[in-house]
């Protein structure tokens, strides 16, 4: 597994760990989890792979991407 792919397991995982909480809670706690615990050069690495790797985030990771960024 690459970087790139282990960033978006990552956030995939975040994902999960968050669903139950519900979409509402769970999207800006996705954002939140990521800003804080994700360095700059992580969250810069994983937004400029999103295009490519859009279609394996998981659509909670889809939607917190806006509060990320």
């Known amino acids: 597994?690459?970087?790139d792919e282990k960033l978006v397991a990552?956030?995939?995982q975040i994902a999960a760990f968050f669903?139950?909480?519900g979409?509402?809670?769970a999207v800006p706690a996705?954002?939140?989890h990521i800003k804080k615990f994700w360095d700059p050069g992580m969250r810069h690495k994983f937004l400029a792979?999103?295009?490519a790797a859009e279609p394996n985030l998981h659509p909670l990771?889809?939607?917190a991407?806006?509060?990320i960024r």
């Open 1 to 3: 597994m690459n970087t």
């Open 10 to 12: 990552q956030a995939n």
């Open 19 to 21: 669903a139950v909480q």
């Open 23 to 25: 979409e509402t809670r």
């Open 30 to 32: 996705i954002a939140d």
């Open 49 to 51: 792979l999103l295009p």
């Open 61 to 63: 990771v889809r939607k």
């Open 65 to 67: 991407v806006p509060l």
